[in-house]
């Protein structure tokens, strides 16, 4: 509580609701509790409420202990840590930081009004993030590796302000904030650069590490890399235990079902390394967040519920004053019946109105109020604007073992904005402030400017030697130097020769099998590497089994942060399930979403650790980009490198499986993504190459690339794959010759089959059974569609920049052939349609695709009924000979 409270004020915080049958018989009861609770201390207390819980249950009368608790700070005044800092000294910082991040915005906005930005999330947040700054997230240096910390998107201008008195940024930079391309460095390599809307890894790459502009997707993330902190920690690959996770996250934001959906993880794995700071400020884009309720209350009992530790930092230092005086609980009673939506209007209101509505409701209100000034009434605040509360408060957490804490800090939003937009409606977006609203924020934080300064929204540093900014360096190396930072410094780790684990794929010699089959043979050889295979980490999402996995359970284990309490079912098979604490194996269990999020921590350890890793998600493609393709998003900005594995893929491959599970449009959607290498091979051989090849690249040459290969559960002959195809395959396509039976007849036309993933075996047989009619076919097989598009954009673009034009390398490959082209896939036709354009000119090209919904049927029914079969493909290409 704020100040001690007196047992009768938190009854009546406790009971307003609630109308007694028999008084005395209660206060018989209180007592009776309170002379045990004095006598015999709180640890006898809740030995005696347990005893009552379990005799209620035994009862059975129905009774469930409420998870909400007052609403009131969770620490009380005597349990709060003495403040460390110099609190005059962080108010004046706090004061600056939101200035120029505001200047900034607005700054923006009178020359482009395009450009938006936002003031009121960092103006709620900017105390949340000064004190971790001064007292709480450590950077990365000789003697720490750093806590990874996750800012609220909105509030970026604030973090670029702090950099800018840190001296990492210069005046010029702010000055082009949100303007990347017109900024001197983007054009010239040199000056000014410009500033990421939100923090994009992709575009200041120096600065910062974990995107969290698109809502949800922070959350769930800081959940999945504290957990990989644990995981690399008991696999003895790093030390990760001094270290912590810190998530700054809006109220609003808690609604995303991504934010929410790892709570029960998060609890059940004990990451007590993991702090999320809730910024309730009790409104989010459009309006109130629970205008009708209280968020806070329900964030309380969800966090609660799931098993996190709960602090709730509701009121400030001078709240405990009057939470003292309040003898009859009046205080409480009040809160209890305020909703958010009417919290909003206090907060946009000034302290005459804030007296007459808030403290006017009652008598013992009112003479709460009596001693104050209207001004006084004006500046009480809230939790997550008093530096001193929120101290206390990350202190806490900081130190709590067992579980993650949350930290429900009450805010304004647009904190200090005055009439022209704390707690107003629209103050989401607002940007446009008059010469009134920027001398009335001066005066409100005491900023050293003059009214010309103010109204020309100048930016603002103290001098060098000032105590202001000894203070903040100091205490900034204190914790490890400047931050948000991005590293990308890690050991090359050799990779094994690709005959070393893939001979019998790229040697394959006829042999039956799928691509899936023959990825996992390699995976499981992979893993033996001594050097490379510890860092191998394989994700599932509950399909293990699926894709014939289940042989890695005993072979490197499940991870487990607690190893195996039970003898499993299967113990006597060799095949036996293990979890252990070395496990290597990510289980995740059905969720989509937190496996890409623990693919994405172990995708980017090479930066967030300095230790390479190599994930290999292996899902349903159908649950991957579509539905989880906004995390890959992210993933890419924050420049994963991995491989995402889309098994059973196809719309025709995965035969009985129907609408929800065929895939067709998984290589459209990888396509769109700048840095993602998508491949669709149909051979064994073909897959091997590529997976050796991303290896190289992403663990070796360090590149921020990731792949996405499709692999299929289809058995059939595997063929030799010469070595001097690697090349090509690499590059999207190849001349597959080993297909010809020697059953050609005569030659009378020409015409060239390319084919891809699932339907290059129904090419195959198309051009088998053209050339048993004495149709002259060539078959390419198309290993990457997005590769060969990629190489023609970038072909055309060189060719309109008046550069030395090169042909496409898919009109190469198609030059020493002539006649029509047929391409057929398992996807939409979108996918082959790309590459038309860069086919050599005058070709007719005929493309074959799955549009449309899947259903369940056999592979042959359904590639008929899509068009996409041999008899299809022979069909198309007489058709384009006619
Ligand atoms: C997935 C997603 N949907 C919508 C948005 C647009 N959006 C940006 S901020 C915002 C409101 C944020 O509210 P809250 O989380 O409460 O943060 P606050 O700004 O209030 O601190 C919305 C809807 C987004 N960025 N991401
Ligand atoms: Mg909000």
């Not at 620490?75 to 403040?83: G, P, R």
């Not at 090419?763 to 290993?783: H, P, R």
């Not at 052939?817 to 939409?828: E, K, L």
Request: proline share 4%.
């Amino acid at each position: 509580m704020n100040a001690p409270i007196s047992a009768s004020q938190m009854h009546a915080l406790l009971n307003s609701a609630v109308t007694d049958p028999d008084p005395q018989e209660t206060a018989e009861w209180r007592d009776a509790f309170d002379a045990l609770v004095r006598t015999h201390g709180a640890q006898r207390a809740r030995q005696m409420l347990d005893e009552l819980a379990r005799m209620a249950r035994e009862r059975r009368i129905g009774w469930q202990p409420e998870l909400a608790t007052p609403y009131v700070n969770t620490i009380a005044v005597d349990q709060q840590l003495a403040f460390p800092g110099d609190l005059a000294i962080e108010e004046r910082l706090a004061s600056l930081m939101r200035w120029n991040a505001l200047a900034m915005v607005v700054r923006a906005n009178h020359s482009y009004g395009e450009l938006g930005g936002h003031v009121a999330s960092y103006a709620s947040a900017a105390d949340l993030f000064e004190v971790g700054f001064n007292h709480f997230f450590h950077a990365r240096n000789d003697q720490h590796h750093g806590d990874l910390v996750f800012f609220q998107p909105h509030s970026s201008p604030g973090v670029y302000a702090r950099a800018f008195l840190e001296g990492r940024l210069s005046e010029d930079d702010l000055a082009h904030y949100r303007q990347e391309l017109t900024a001197p460095a983007f054009t010239q390599g040199t000056g000014a650069r410009g500033l990421s809307s939100y923090p994009h890894p992709y575009l200041m790459p120096d600065f910062w590490q974990f995107p969290t502009g698109s809502m949800g997707i922070g959350p769930i993330s800081s959940i999945y890399h504290a957990r990989f902190m644990r995981y690399l920690t008991d696999r003895q690959l790093q030390d990760c235990s001094a270290r912590k996770v810190w998530g700054v996250f809006g109220d609003g934001e808690m609604d995303e079902p991504e934010s929410m959906s790892a709570l029960t993880l998060a609890a059940r794995e004990k990451l007590d390394n993991l702090v999320w700071v809730v910024n309730c400020n009790l409104q989010r884009l459009d309006g109130p967040v629970r205008g009708n309720g209280r968020i806070i209350d329900e964030l309380e009992k969800l966090f609660a519920g799931a098993g996190w530790n709960v602090i709730k930092l509701v009121w400030g230092s001078d709240w405990d004053g009057l939470f003292a005086r309040d003898t009859t609980g009046a205080l409480a009673r009040a809160f209890a019946h305020t909703v958010d939506g009417q919290m909003q209007t206090f907060a946009a209101k000034d302290g005459r109105f804030n007296r007459e509505s808030f403290f006017g409701q009652d008598p013992e209100l009112a003479r709460l109020a009596q001693g104050m000034t209207d001004e006084q009434i004006d500046r009480l605040k809230r939790g997550g604007h008093d530096l001193v509360k929120i101290h206390a408060a990350y202190a806490a957490a900081a130190v709590h073992v067992g579980q993650p804490t949350v930290i429900l800090a009450h805010t304004k939003k647009g904190y200090g904005m005055g009439a022209a937009g704390q707690g107003k409606m629209t103050t989401h977006s607002h940007k446009k402030f008059e010469s009134a609203d920027l001398i009335g924020f001066r005066n409100r934080f005491n900023l050293p400017l003059s009214d010309e300064q103010a109204t020309s929204l100048a930016f603002y540093k103290p001098a060098d030697d000032s105590v202001e900014m000894l203070y903040l360096k100091e205490h900034r190396a204190a914790l490890g130097g400047s931050m948000p930072r991005r590293e990308t410094a890690c050991d090359v780790v050799p990779k094994p020769e690709l005959a070393a684990y893939a001979q019998f794929a790229v040697a394959a010699a006829g042999k039956e099998m799928s691509t899936t089959m023959a990825f996992v043979r390699m995976l499981g050889n992979l893993m033996k590497d001594p050097t490379l295979g510890p860092r191998v980490v394989p994700i599932v999402a509950d399909e293990a089994r699926t894709f014939g996995m289940a042989n890695l359970f005993k072979q490197v284990g499940i991870y487990s942060s607690v190893g195996q309490r039970y003898s499993p079912e299967d113990i006597d098979s060799i095949l036996s399930y293990r979890e252990a604490t070395d496990g290597q194996i990510l289980e995740e269990g059905i969720s989509e979403a937190g496996a890409i999020a623990s693919w994405t921590a172990a995708a980017t350890g090479y930066s967030v650790h300095g230790l390479a890793m190599l994930p290999f998600y292996i899902y349903y493609s159908m649950f991957g980009f579509q539905r989880v393709g906004d995390a890959i998003w992210a993933a890419a900005d924050q420049r994963a490198r991995g491989f995402l594995l889309g098994a059973t893929s196809g719309r025709t491959t995965l035969g009985g499986e129907g609408l929800q599970h065929q895939d067709g449009s998984s290589h459209l959607v990888a396509a769109t993504i700048p840095n993602c290498k998508a491949y669709d091979p149909g051979f064994a051989g073909e897959m091997a190459v590529i997976v050796d090849a991303g290896i190289r690249e992403m663990i070796v040459e360090q590149q921020d690339v990731f792949y996405y290969v499709t692999l299929m559960n289809e058995n059939y002959a595997q063929p030799d794959v010469p070595v001097e195809a690697a090349a090509d395959i690499l590059r999207g396509c190849w001349r597959y010759e080993g297909w010809r039976d020697g059953s050609a007849t005569a030659v009378q036309a020409q015409v060239t089959l390319m084919g891809s993933g699932a339907i290059l075996t129904e090419v195959v047989k198309a051009a088998q059974q053209l050339a048993a009619e004495g149709i002259a076919a060539e078959v390419i097989s198309v290993t990457s569609w997005s590769e060969l598009a990629r190489d023609g954009q970038a072909c055309e673009a060189r060719a309109l920049r008046g550069e030395q034009a090169n042909t496409p390398f898919i009109a190469q490959q198609l030059a020493a052939s002539h006649g029509p082209v047929i391409a057929a896939t398992d996807y939409v036709r979108a996918v082959p349609e790309s590459v038309r354009a860069f086919l050599p000119e005058g070709r007719r090209y005929l493309t074959l695709g799955t549009d449309g919904f899947g259903r369940s049927d056999t592979r042959a029914a359904l590639r008929d009924f899509f068009g996409v079969d041999a008899a299809s493909i022979v069909r198309a290409a007489k058709h384009a000979l006619r």
